[in-house]
């Protein structure tokens, strides 16, 4: 079998845990969950637990302990174990019997011992890589002087303990801080008798008296036990408190006090435990003394029963399982539906006297909405008009006179090329004014009215604004259509345009660009239009600031139109206007107004 230094190098730990006895005594189940608390903190390796409940109440003989050892042997032999936990004093003396043939030269860590036994770990082959938490005589000592605080007048101290070498160990202590404490007391001991006969005992104690329980394993007769459930038995046949000086015991018939914590017992093991596997010695780690492992609790049923005073109580306690009075049991109902009457009476009186302003609030918020998606029309509508309006006035009329214009001065040019440079140099570069002059109102014609949507529609029409703007400005401008354009109602086309539109008068005007992208996709649902510059940029909230209308203009076309309108822009990153229209929803209005025309 190999034989392990006091740390294995392994990057995975392995620990052995023996219990001293099975998973369903309760003292076991709180002691683990103290060590899983521990074990299972962050740790710079991993750990493989390995749990043995080795019930060594029922099987204590020689032989059976031999046997034991045999099987363990057999288990881990031939697997490098880096450290041995054992819980309570049974699987401690069992280590003194058995630590160097099952597990030799392994660290050990030991938890639930009483101090006294201290003494006889540290004398054993394992004495110098061992630590561990211990049961402090102090706590023992606290636990009388509680009891005797409470009942000053009590004149016999009966101890009750077990059979099994756990019980009598540990009965140590009680009895040495009740001898030391009050030597007027006597001392009543009934350990080491069959449990009827305790029992019988205890029916008959003179009313003066306080039962101190330390363990009950196993009585006279051989028969075993858990503790805990033993407690109950002895409260109902004694008449007078009992205290116990194990949390374990907590809520089954003891008054309580201060107590060894068993989770807590476990939880200061498994730190102790995780300095060893770190690479600390475990011999070079001081005992502890196991002082912050106390707990104290009271139970109130006890203290009731027994007219215990609670102002005796020290100011640290807790008490549990008080039962509640009437008062406390409903007082947050009683006072919650008095409460609750009061503001529902309020609350009636209030939307008795509201309930007609807050109608007619409404409609007047109904009808003042209605307005203005009516006068948001109109301004459109008219808007169209009067552009229109202007359109036609510029292109029957302007553009006309300055193209006869231009034709009269062509005439004079064929006529007069003779010599005298001089004026047909004059006239050649009148012609061109006027000529680019008549290009130029044709183009504002344009602007003004497209009227390229209706006869070549949303596509060609953008395009050729964004050829016209490319030459005007000397900026790059890349279209891009994807998708279906078949069908596109008017308006829809024309709030769109004017975006575009919009869109590069903005670009031109604040941006500093280089280049803009416009995409365009189609399908039977909806529009998506995609603006995209490389300019400058700016804050889109501070725009809402500055006095031009461009961005709310877009804004309320889209939104005339049922659309959805949103721009991204920050300082020197460009802009990014992002427009996206329904189209069944509007060919259903289209319809609609055709046929109510």
């Known amino acids: 079998m190999a034989a392990p230094g006091p740390v294995s190098a392994w990057t995975e730990k392995r620990v052995v845990i023996l219990y001293s006895m099975p998973l369903d005594f309760p003292a076991t189940q709180m002691a683990e969950k103290g060590l899983q608390e521990a074990l299972s903190e ?14 060594l109440s029922r099987f204590r003989h020689e032989k059976q302990r031999q046997a034991l050892a045999d099987l363990l ?4 032999g031939a697997i490098p174990i880096d450290l041995v936990i054992s819980v309570d004093v049974p699987a401690a003396h069992f280590l003194i019997e058995q630590a160097e043939e099952v597990f030799p030269g392994v660290p050990v860590v030991v938890c639930d011992i009483p101090e006294p036994y201290k003494e006889n770990i540290l004398a054993a082959s394992f004495g110098k890589r061992v630590s561990g938490v211990l049961e402090p005589a102090e706590l023992a000592r ?24 756990n019980d009598e160990v540990r009965a140590v202590l009680l009895r040495q801080a009740i001898v030391a404490l009050y030597p007027r007391v006597e001392c009543i001991d009934l350990g080491g008798l069959g449990l009827g006969e ?3 005992r205890c029916q008959s104690l003179p009313a003066d008296s306080l039962i101190f329980f330390s363990t009950l394993f196993v009585d006279a007769k051989g028969r075993f036990f858990v503790p805990r459930d033993v407690i109950p038995s002895v409260s109902n046949y004694a008449g007078c408190p009992i ?5 374990s015991y907590f809520g089954n018939g003891i008054v309580g006090g201060p107590m060894v914590s068993m989770r807590l017992q476990g939880l200061q093991a498994g730190k102790i435990a995780l300095r060893v596997l770190a690479g600390q010695p475990a011999g070079e780690i001081p005992f502890d003394d196991g002082m912050d492992t106390k707990v104290t609790f009271y139970d109130w049923r006890q203290l009731n029963r027994f007219q215990l005073n609670e102002n005796l109580l020290p100011p640290d306690a807790f008490i549990a399982y008080r039962e509640a009075t009437t008062w406390d049991r409903y007082k ?24 007609r302003q807050r109608k007619k609030a409404e409609v007047a918020l109904r009808c003042s909405q209605r307005e203005l998606q009516t006068l948001a029309r109109r301004l459109i509508s008219s808007q169209e008009e009067e552009l229109s309006r202007l359109s036609r006035e510029f292109h029957d009329d302007f553009v006309q006179r300055l193209a006869a214009i231009a034709i009269e001065i062509g005439t004079v040019e064929l006529h ?3 010599p005298g440079a001089r004026i047909l140099d004059e006239i050649i570069d009148a012609k061109g004014k006027i000529i680019n002059l008549s290009e130029d109102m044709h183009a504002l014609s344009r602007e003004l009215h497209p009227s390229k949507l209706k006869d070549f529609g949303l596509v060609r029409a953008i395009q050729a604004m964004c050829g016209s703007f490319s030459n005007r400005e000397g900026l790059v401008v890349d279209c891009s259509f994807e998708g279906e354009f078949a069908i596109i109602p008017l308006d829809t086309a024309l709030c769109l345009y004017r975006v575009v539109q919009e869109g590069l008068r903005n670009i031109a005007k604040h941006a500093r660009a280089g280049r803009v992208d416009i995409s365009l996709q189609g399908t039977k649902e909806k529009l998506v239009l995609t603006i995209k510059d490389d300019g400058v940029g700016f804050k889109p909230q501070c725009a809402k600031l500055t006095p031009g209308i461009g961005l709310a203009s877009m804004r309320e076309r889209v939104q005339y139109a049922k659309g959805e309108f949103a721009i991204h822009s920050e300082p020197y990153q460009g802009a990014v206007i992002h427009v996206t229209v329904p189209l ?5 209005e289209e319809a609609e107004n055709s046929t109510g025309r």
């Open 142 to 165: 606290q636990l009388v002087a509680s009891a005797l605080r409470f009942r000053p007048e009590a004149r016999h101290a009966v101890l009750i303990y077990g059979a099994f070498e």
């Open 243 to 247: 205290w116990g000086i194990y949390d």
């Open 416 to 418: 007069i090329r003779q």
């Open 73 to 76: 042997h057999q288990r881990y």
């Open 584 to 588: 069944e929803e509007r060919r259903h």
């Open 332 to 355: 947050k109902y009683i006072i919650g539906a008095a409460v609750l009457f009061a503001l529902q009476s309020l609350l009636v009186v209030g939307l008795f006297f509201n309930l």
């Open 42 to 55: 962050k740790a710079p390796f991993k750990m493989q637990i390995f749990s043995e409940y080795l019930d």
């Open 198 to 200: 305790i029992l019988d």
